[in-house]
Each structure stands twice: as structure tokens, then as C-alpha cells.
């Protein structure tokens, strides 16, 4: 009936620049998270609905840049360029404002309605640094708002001046590039006119032509498809590009580069006075001690201990609270389902399968949520970086990044939200490769299994055996990063140019937010896929009726039955290859597994059978086949997860089981060979 | 020189950027330009990323980058006149190779 006016809204910025909060800030909780097309990276979306209108606002993902090298700016350009929003929100860092105003450069390149949030000017305020607003609006050609989004201060002005600038007829200001750029833009503007369609859509044939001269490869594929006589078009803008860039003596890409460099920088000197300029900052100081020569990395190793022991000390406590509360809930459900006349089998489902599938699962939850607050705060309080800028050496020496490093050493913890953890990599490659290689990480969930047959049968070199595991996980991680970085992304090098933001205190409300999406992110991930597979699991175990627990009857004997050749080349039986398929749901469920199908009450019968089953060569080529074979239902969910597509989560699994069976094997023969076993 | 080759401490200016593609214009995209000055702030421990001072922030880059960034020391400041300029730390063994591990 009433017509409502929707306002759609761009939200850009560096990252660092607080653009988070600021969206936390402008939406409150109505948040929308999906994908953007075509690529796994995260499109967050809010709402807010003010004076009988509706805003609509995009966050972009954090970029220093709108160049098309990495997909986030692709991302975030593509929208700009071909969905053309009602107004572009800027987050500017106003401590840091000459770097940010060279982001502010190519959006007003752009030609879109902007509106600049100056955020964080407390601390730029507190450092000493006056910035002339009124000068600084006139200068961009864009409304300037100070806001301290931490705290939610200048959000309404923010909102305000958005509604009014979607109102009016925008007049944007020109960025100059020079005379003989210029001209050469003229020049192309002339030439791209014959697409006209395209050059209408996105209002900017200026934008387009400096591209062009830029050598944008991206810009230069949508022209030429949409001219008639592409061959010519091609032609006459290298020749354009030619003459430009044998006057200036340069390249195209520099010569825009320093154009908006030098924009940034004039406005910066007209507007800020930074009295304590080049001298050393709060920040720089922390790092003197932080990331002092002999002092950083051990301080780092600190870090890293306490995080790392909290979360799994301090997290056993609720671990065990919430596996006593499923032990209950499953007691109480299975007497509550057979008074109302509910069948065996149903209540074995939901209790043995079902229930014990999500419980199993559930009990990490507290160690998410810990591990996450910890990572939140690294993050927020900019020490990310500097684990990062530490850890770079030995990182890349193994083809991986230096942020690479702080998800590893959670992946000796639990490879769950080790994969979660991977999001503080920027770049899409430098995160796969991580990912694809925390499985091979000797995660807590498998200690159980050598220990176990450590001490079933190496009495005497138990501690020898262990550290053999731990040593082969880590050999096994880097042979795989090398080669998988050889396979898939040869000839790649991603560039670790990284900032190393300042130092702030973390903001509470952020962190617990953040802490929180993680935490339900792998609640709601349990409450399906992990569903589903305990339950599939279980109905292997318990068909078909009448079969008692994934003995040889039931359908997952059977089953192993039929792997006993694939598993017999290792030295395994049809039992090690049950307990192998129960390891899916998580790596525990090995030796849980292991001990039913021993038929035995206590655990030195089944110390017992094992030996029974294993000799020393055979148990070990098993525990090398559970370190390194398919990650748990879980880690593969997050897998699925973090990359968007369950292509990486199953060429993980596979990858894995393949490289577990021929190490196993041939450490088998090899052994038998020598004479073990 | 490149940037590499800066003693810790040192200022110089940008007068080329090497290189090309992602890399190049990532670099260009922090302030890295022809005509920029910089601060050589640190290395990381064992010959890892160096880290600079440019237009007001920190960025850290790995030895192949900072090879992309031709400069010349800063009028006033160390090594301009090519002399040798004293490192500190420990001059012989394994602990100076740490220190000053040239990658």
C-alpha cells in the first residue's frame, strides 16, 4: 500500500579501519549471511528500517584496494561498477588517514554517492592528531562523520547524512591524473563509446578508460565483449596505452597509482596536523618488546602455551558437564520412549545413534567457544600480524603463509575449529592450502588410539612410539603442503605485503559476537550434517535387526568384510576396518570400536585381544592408517564449511584414506622385509 | 640499492618498483610509489619479513618483495656515502648468521 523507499547501501573500507563495528553498529543484529555469487566469499547483508524507509546495506570485504588481483576486491568492485548502490558508506581510520584516503581515491573514481565515516578519531584524537573535517568534506567531495563505532558514537549522524545524500543529486569531485593521462583517457573515452550499453550501465566511462590504460585485464574482457568491432577497439587502446606510457616513461597501473597517491597525500597534508608525525607510536614501542629479536618469539610461544591450555583444561570442565548432561538426557529419553511403547531399535536410533552421534560432537563446544575468544582478541588486538611476521619464515619455507601457523598448532588441539580458525587468511589460496593440510595434524582425538596400542604392545618404548606419531604428522603436513602447493596452485606466489595494524584494546561486544557466530556455526552444523552421518553410522552397526552391535552379523561388519582385502594389505583385519569406518563420526570412536568387537569387560582383556590380532609391525602400519586417513564427519563438515563447496571436504577425505593406505602398506612390506613382524 | 639492503633504521626514498602483476600493485596499493620515503623499523627473528614505516603505517614484507623496491637512502641518513656501516650483534658463529641471515 504505502510505498516504501529502500536505500541501498555499500559499506566499504580498509580492513583495520573498524568497518565491522560500524556495521554492527548501523544493522544491530538483523544480519543476513550468504555467499557472493560465484565465490565462497562471505556476503553479509543488514537491515534497517528508519522513518518509513528501508536501508539496505552491503558490507564489502575489507580491501586496501578495488584492483582485480584477489576475489575479495573483484567483489567488492563488481558491485560497485555493475549493481551501482544508492550510496557508497566509507570506513576511514582516521589515525591512519593518509592510507585510507588512497582507498577513498578509487571510490570516488568510481562516481558513486559517498559518504565518509571518520572512525576512531578518539585515538587519533588521543595521539594528538587534528583533522580539519569541514576541509577534509570540501576536498573529497563527500560528508565527513566522526564516529567511534567501538562504542557507537556518531552512528545516528552516520545515518543521517546516508538518508540525506541518497536524497540529492550527487556532484562528485575529479581526481587528475596528469595532462598526458588525461588526454589519453579522452582518447579511450572516445574509443569504449561504442559500447555503449555497458559504458551506460555503470554511468563511469572515465573509470573504464583509466582501466583500461591501467591494463586491467578484467575491465578490458567486459569492453571488448560488449563491442561490435572488439579487434579494432583492442588495437586502437594499445596504441593509446603505447603513446601514454613511452611519454611518461612508465606503466599505465603506476601511473594511476600515483595519481590517487598523490590525492591521498595532498588532502592528508591540507587536513592533518599530526604534531608527533615519525615518531615512535604506543604501538611501536609494544613491538620493540613483542617482536624483539630474542624476546618475540619466545613471548609468542607464551601466547600460544596459554591459549592453548586453557582451552583445553579449562574447557574439560563443561566438556565433561555437557557429556554427563547427554548421558542423562539418553537414560531419561530411552525410559521416557519405551514407557510410551516405543520399538528397541527406535530408541537405539535416537539414543545410540542419534543422540550420542550430536553429543559426541556437542561436548567441543566450549572448547570453540574459548579458543574462538582467545583468536578474537589476537585479532582484534592486532597481534595477529605479529604471530604472523614472526612465524613467515619457517611458514614459508613449507609453502604456506605466516598466519598459517596459528591454526596448525590449533590443529594439534582439535582440527575443527582449526579449520574455522583459517578465516585470518586473506588470500583464498594461501586458506585452502592451510585447510587441506590440518587434517594430517595429530589432533587430541586420535592420542586415545596410540595410546592404546602403544601400550598394548610397545611396552617398553610407548614414549618412543608417540613422539614417532607426533614426528610423522609433522613430516606428513609439510610433504603435503609442498605438494599439494606444487599441484594445485603451481606457480603461484601470493604477496604477504600485510599491515601491522596498531595496537588497540580489544572491543568486548566484538569479540563476544564474533566468538558466538563461531560457536553456532559448528552448534548448527552438529544439529545437521553430524546428525545425519551418527545416524547413518549407527544403522550400519545395528542392521541388520537382531545383529548385535557392529559385530561380524551387522551390516557395518559386512561391510568390513569387504574392505578386509583393502585393509589386509596393512596387516588389518575386518575389525580394524570397522573401527576405521566408526572413526569417521570422530577419531575415538576407534578404540570404543575396537573394544566392543574384543568381547572383552575391562581394558586388559582388550590389551588382550589386541595382541591377539596385532603383531608390533601390524598395530603400527594401523596407527599410521589413523593418523593420516579421512578427517572426522565434523572437520569435513568444516572443510565444506570454510570453502564453500563440498568438493575441497571430499577431496580431502579421499586424498587422505589414499595416502594413509599407501604409507601404511609400504611401511608394512618394507617392515616385513626387514624382518619385523 | 633495494629495499633489502637497508640498514635497520634507516630511511631512504622509492624510486622504482620492480615486478610486475599481483605482487607489483599490491605493493603500490600500501603507498609503496616512486618518490614514497620509508623507515626500515625491523626484521623478524631469523631472516624473516622486514618491516617499514611508510605514510604512516607498519607494513611487513617477505626479502623477494623488498628486493621488488629499488631506493636510495635518505639524504642525512646511514650509508648514503656507501660507507660500511657497523650491525649490531654478534659479529662471529651461528648467532651471527641468525642475526643477520641475508636469506
Given at each position: 500500500?504505502d510505498e516504501?523507499?529502500?536505500?541501498r547501501?555499500?559499506?566499504a573500507g580498509?580492513?583495520?579501519?573498524?568497518?565491522?563495528?560500524?556495521?554492527?553498529?548501523?544493522?544491530?543484529?538483523?544480519?543476513h549471511v550468504?555467499n557472493?555469487?560465484?565465490?565462497?566469499?562471505?556476503?553479509?547483508?543488514g537491515?534497517?528500517?528508519?522513518?518509513?524507509?528501508?536501508?539496505?546495506?552491503?558490507?564489502?570485504?575489507?580491501?586496501?584496494?578495488?584492483?582485480?588481483?584477489?576475489?575479495?576486491?573483484?567483489?567488492?568492485?563488481?558491485?560497485?561498477?555493475?549493481?551501482?548502490?544508492?550510496?557508497?558508506?566509507?570506513v576511514?581510520?582516521?589515525?591512519n588517514?593518509?592510507?585510507?584516503?588512497?582507498?577513498?581515491?578509487q571510490?570516488?573514481?568510481?562516481?558513486?554517492?559517498?559518504?565518509?565515516?571518520?572512525?576512531?578519531?578518539?585515538?587519533?584524537?588521543?595521539r594528538?592528531?587534528?583533522?580539519?573535517?569541514?576541509?577534509?568534506?570540501?576536498?573529497?567531495?563527500?560528508?565527513?562523520?566522526?564516529?567511534?563505532?567501538?562504542?557507537?558514537?556518531?552512528?545516528?549522524e552516520?545515518?543521517s547524512?546516508?538518508?540525506?545524500?541518497?536524497g540529492?543529486?550527487?556532484?562528485?569531485?575529479?581526481?587528475?591524473?596528469?595532462?598526458?593521462?588525461?588526454?589519453?583517457?579522452?582518447?579511450?573515452?572516445?574509443?569504449i563509446?561504442?559500447?555503449?550499453?555497458?559504458a551506460?550501465?555503470?554511468?563511469?566511462?572515465?573509470?573504464?578508460?583509466?582501466?583500461?590504460?591501467?591494463?586491467d585485464?578484467?575491465?578490458?574482457?567486459?569492453?571488448?565483449?560488449?563491442?561490435?568491432?572488439?579487434?579494432?577497439?583492442?588495437?586502437?587502446?594499445?596504441?593509446?596505452?603505447?603513446?601514454?606510457e613511452?611519454?611518461?616513461?612508465?606503466?599505465?597501473?603506476?601511473?594511476?597509482?600515483?595519481a590517487?597517491?598523490?590525492?591521498?597525500?595532498?588532502?592528508?597534508?591540507?587536513?592533518?596536523?599530526?604534531?608527533h608525525?615519525?615518531?615512535?607510536?604506543?604501538?611501536?614501542?609494544?613491538?620493540?618488546?613483542?617482536?624483539h629479536?630474542?624476546?618475540?618469539?619466545?613471548?609468542?610461544?607464551?601466547?600460544?602455551?596459554?591459549?592453548?591450555w586453557?582451552?583445553?583444561?579449562?574447557?574439560?570442565?563443561?566438556?565433561?558437564?555437557?557429556?554427563?548432561f547427554?548421558?542423562?538426557?539418553?537414560?531419561?529419553?530411552?525410559?521416557?520412549?519405551?514407557?510410551?511403547?516405543?520399538?528397541?531399535?527406535?530408541?537405539?536410533?535416537?539414543?545410540d545413534?542419534?543422540?550420542?552421534?550430536?553429543?559426541?560432537?556437542?561436548?567441543?563446544?566450549?572448547?570453540?567457544?574459548?579458543?574462538?575468544?582467545?583468536?578474537?582478541?589476537?585479532?582484534?588486538?592486532?597481534?595477529?600480524?605479529r604471530?604472523?611476521?614472526?612465524?613467515?619464515?619457517?611458514?614459508?619455507r613449507?609453502?604456506?603463509?605466516?598466519?598459517?601457523?596459528?591454526?596448525?598448532?590449533?590443529?594439534?588441539?582439535?582440527?575443527?575449529?582449526?579449520?574455522?580458525?583459517?578465516?585470518?587468511?586473506?588470500?583464498?589460496?594461501?586458506?585452502?592450502?592451510?585447510?587441506?593440510?590440518?587434517?594430517?595434524?595429530?589432533?587430541?582425538?586420535r592420542?586415545?588410539?596410540?595410546?592404546?596400542?602403544?601400550?598394548?604392545?610397545?611396552?617398553?618404548?610407548?614414549?618412543?612410539?608417540m613422539?614417532?606419531?607426533?614426528?610423522?604428522?609433522?613430516?606428513?603436513?609439510?610433504?603435503?603442503?609442498?605438494?599439494?602447493?606444487m599441484?594445485?596452485?603451481?606457480?603461484?606466489s601470493?604477496?604477504?605485503?600485510?599491515?601491522?595494524?596498531?595496537?588497540?584494546?580489544?572491543?568486548?561486544?566484538?569479540?563476544?559476537?564474533?566468538t558466538?557466530e563461531?560457536?553456532?556455526a559448528?552448534?548448527?552444523k552438529?544439529?545437521t550434517?553430524?546428525?545425519?552421518?551418527?545416524?547413518?553410522?549407527?544403522?550400519?552397526?545395528?542392521?541388520?535387526?537382531?545383529a548385535?552391535?557392529?559385530?561380524?552379523?551387522?551390516?557395518?561388519?559386512?561391510?568390513?568384510?569387504?574392505?578386509?582385502p583393502?585393509?589386509?594389505?596393512?596387516?588389518?583385519?575386518w575389525?580394524?576396518?570397522?573401527?576405521?569406518l566408526?572413526?569417521?563420526v570422530?577419531?575415538?570412536?576407534?578404540?570404543?570400536?575396537?573394544?566392543?568387537?574384543?568381547?572383552?569387560g575391562?581394558?586388559?582383556?582388550?590389551?588382550?585381544?589386541?595382541?591377539?590380532?596385532?603383531?608390533?609391525?601390524?598395530?603400527?602400519?594401523?596407527?599410521?592408517f589413523?593418523?593420516?586417513?579421512?578427517?572426522?564427519i565434523?572437520?569435513?563438515?568444516?572443510?565444506?564449511?570454510?570453502?564453500?563447496?563440498?568438493?575441497?571436504?571430499?577431496?580431502?577425505?579421499?586424498?587422505?584414506?589414499?595416502l594413509?593406505?599407501?604409507?601404511?602398506?609400504s611401511?608394512?612390506?618394507?617392515?616385513?622385509?626387514l624382518?619385523?613382524? | 640499492?633495494?629495499?633489502?639492503?637497508?640498514?635497520?633504521?634507516?630511511?631512504?626514498?622509492?624510486?622504482a618498483i620492480?615486478?610486475?602483476g599481483?605482487i607489483?600493485?599490491?605493493?603500490?596499493?600500501?603507498?609503496?610509489v616512486?618518490?614514497?620515503?620509508?623507515?626500515?623499523i625491523r626484521?623478524?627473528?631469523?631472516?624473516?619479513?622486514?618491516?617499514?614505516?611508510?605514510?604512516?603505517?607498519?607494513?611487513?614484507?617477505?626479502?623477494?618483495?623488498?628486493?621488488?623496491?629499488e631506493?636510495?637512502?635518505?639524504r642525512?641518513?646511514?650509508?648514503?656515502?656507501?660507507?660500511?656501516?657497523?650491525?649490531?650483534?654478534?659479529?662471529?658463529?651461528?648467532l651471527?648468521?641468525?642475526?643477520?641471515?641475508?636469506?
Amino acid at each position: 500500500m504505502d510505498e516504501k523507499k529502500k536505500i541501498r547501501i555499500a559499506l566499504a573500507g580498509n580492513p583495520n579501519s573498524g568497518k565491522t563495528s560500524v556495521f554492527n553498529e548501523l544493522t544491530g543484529m538483523s544480519q543476513h549471511v550468504g555467499n557472493w555469487p560465484g565465490v565462497t566469499i562471505e556476503k553479509i547483508v543488514g537491515k534497517k528500517h528508519i522513518d518509513g524507509m528501508e536501508l539496505e546495506i552491503v558490507d564489502l570485504p575489507g580491501t586496501y584496494s578495488l584492483s582485480p588481483y584477489s576475489p575479495d576486491e573483484r567483489v567488492a568492485r563488481d558491485y560497485l561498477l555493475l549493481e551501482r548502490p544508492d550510496v557508497v558508506c566509507v570506513v576511514v581510520d582516521a589515525s591512519n588517514l593518509e592510507r585510507n584516503l588512497y582507498f577513498v581515491a578509487q571510490l570516488v573514481e568510481l562516481d558513486l554517492p559517498l559518504v565518509i565515516a571518520l572512525n576512531m578519531i578518539d585515538i587519533a584524537k588521543s595521539r594528538g592528531i587534528e583533522i580539519d573535517i569541514d576541509k577534509l568534506s570540501t576536498l573529497a567531495g563527500a560528508p565527513v562523520i566522526p564516529t567511534v563505532a567501538r562504542s557507537g558514537k556518531g552512528i545516528d549522524e552516520l545515518t543521517s547524512a546516508i538518508i540525506d545524500v541518497a536524497g540529492k543529486p550527487y556532484s562528485p569531485v575529479t581526481l587528475n591524473y596528469g595532462k598526458e593521462a588525461e588526454g589519453a583517457i579522452l582518447e579511450v573515452e572516445s574509443i569504449i563509446s561504442v559500447a555503449p550499453p555497458l559504458a551506460l550501465r555503470c554511468h563511469t566511462s572515465r573509470y573504464l578508460s583509466a582501466s583500461l590504460l591501467a591494463g586491467d585485464a578484467e575491465i578490458k574482457e567486459m569492453i571488448l565483449t560488449a563491442s561490435p568491432n572488439s579487434a579494432e577497439v583492442r588495437r586502437k587502446i594499445a596504441k593509446v596505452r603505447l603513446k601514454m606510457e613511452t611519454r611518461l616513461h612508465t606503466d599505465g597501473e603506476s601511473v594511476l597509482a600515483n595519481a590517487r597517491h598523490g590525492w591521498a597525500s595532498g588532502i592528508y597534508h591540507e587536513v592533518v596536523r599530526d604534531p608527533h608525525h615519525d615518531e615512535p607510536t604506543g604501538t611501536d614501542r609494544i613491538d620493540d618488546v613483542l617482536l624483539h629479536r630474542f624476546f618475540g618469539i619466545p613471548i609468542f610461544a607464551g601466547i600460544m602455551f596459554v591459549i592453548f591450555w586453557s582451552t583445553f583444561n579449562i574447557g574439560a570442565y563443561p566438556m565433561g558437564w555437557i557429556e554427563s548432561f547427554f548421558e542423562w538426557l539418553g537414560g531419561w529419553l530411552s525410559a521416557a520412549m519405551l514407557s510410551v511403547g516405543a520399538s528397541e531399535t527406535l530408541v537405539s536410533m535416537v539414543v545410540d545413534g542419534a543422540l550420542a552421534g550430536v553429543g559426541g560432537v556437542l561436548i567441543f563446544v566450549p572448547n570453540i567457544i574459548i579458543l574462538f575468544f582467545f583468536v578474537s582478541i589476537l585479532e582484534d588486538s592486532g597481534y595477529m600480524a605479529r604471530a604472523a611476521f614472526l612465524m613467515d619464515k619457517i611458514m614459508h619455507r613449507m609453502g604456506l603463509h605466516g598466519k598459517s601457523f596459528i591454526p596448525i598448532i590449533i590443529g594439534f588441539g582439535c582440527t575443527v575449529p582449526a579449520v574455522m580458525s583459517t578465516r585470518t587468511l586473506e588470500n583464498r589460496e594461501d586458506r585452502l592450502l592451510t585447510i587441506l593440510i590440518l587434517p594430517f595434524v595429530l589432533c587430541s582425538a586420535r592420542v586415545p588410539v596410540f595410546v592404546l596400542f602403544s601400550s598394548a604392545l610397545f611396552e617398553s618404548n610407548q614414549g618412543l612410539i608417540m613422539f614417532s606419531m607426533y614426528a610423522l604428522s609433522i613430516a606428513i603436513s609439510i610433504l603435503a603442503a609442498k605438494v599439494l602447493k606444487m599441484l594445485l596452485f603451481k606457480g603461484l606466489s601470493t604477496p604477504f605485503v600485510m599491515e601491522l595494524p596498531p595496537y588497540h584494546k580489544p572491543a568486548f561486544k566484538g569479540v563476544l559476537l564474533h566468538t558466538w557466530e563461531r560457536a553456532w556455526a559448528f552448534i548448527r552444523k552438529a544439529g545437521t550434517v553430524i546428525l545425519v552421518g551418527s545416524i547413518i553410522i549407527w544403522a550400519l552397526g545395528s542392521l541388520p535387526p537382531g545383529a548385535e552391535y557392529a559385530s561380524a552379523d551387522s551390516l557395518a561388519g559386512k561391510i568390513g568384510r569387504i574392505f578386509q582385502p583393502l585393509v589386509k594389505t596393512f596387516g588389518s583385519d575386518w575389525k580394524g576396518a570397522v573401527s576405521l569406518l566408526f572413526g569417521f563420526v570422530a577419531k575415538e570412536i576407534v578404540v570404543a570400536t575396537l573394544a566392543v568387537l574384543a568381547k572383552s569387560g575391562g581394558e586388559s582383556n582388550l590389551v588382550e585381544g589386541l595382541r591377539q590380532i596385532y603383531t608390533p609391525l601390524s598395530a603400527y602400519t594401523f596407527m599410521i592408517f589413523t593418523l593420516i586417513y579421512t578427517p572426522c564427519i565434523a572437520t569435513i563438515a568444516a572443510i565444506k564449511k570454510e570453502t564453500g563447496t563440498w568438493k575441497w571436504a571430499i577431496f580431502s577425505a579421499l586424498f587422505s584414506t589414499a595416502l594413509a593406505w599407501a604409507l601404511a602398506t609400504s611401511v608394512y612390506w618394507a617392515g616385513k622385509a626387514l624382518g619385523f613382524g | 640499492m633495494t629495499l633489502d639492503e637497508l640498514e635497520i633504521g634507516e630511511k631512504a626514498r622509492i624510486v622504482a618498483i620492480t615486478g610486475e602483476g599481483a605482487i607489483r600493485s599490491r605493493i603500490m596499493d600500501f603507498g609503496l610509489v616512486p618518490g614514497t620515503r620509508l623507515w626500515m623499523i625491523r626484521r623478524a627473528p631469523g631472516g624473516g619479513p622486514f618491516e617499514i614505516r611508510v605514510r604512516g603505517t607498519l607494513v611487513s614484507l617477505r626479502p623477494e618483495e623488498a628486493r621488488m623496491i629499488e631506493v636510495v637512502p635518505h639524504r642525512g641518513g646511514r650509508g648514503h656515502h656507501g660507507g660500511h656501516c657497523e650491525k649490531k650483534g654478534p659479529k662471529h658463529g651461528f648467532l651471527r648468521k641468525w642475526f643477520h641471515d641475508e636469506d
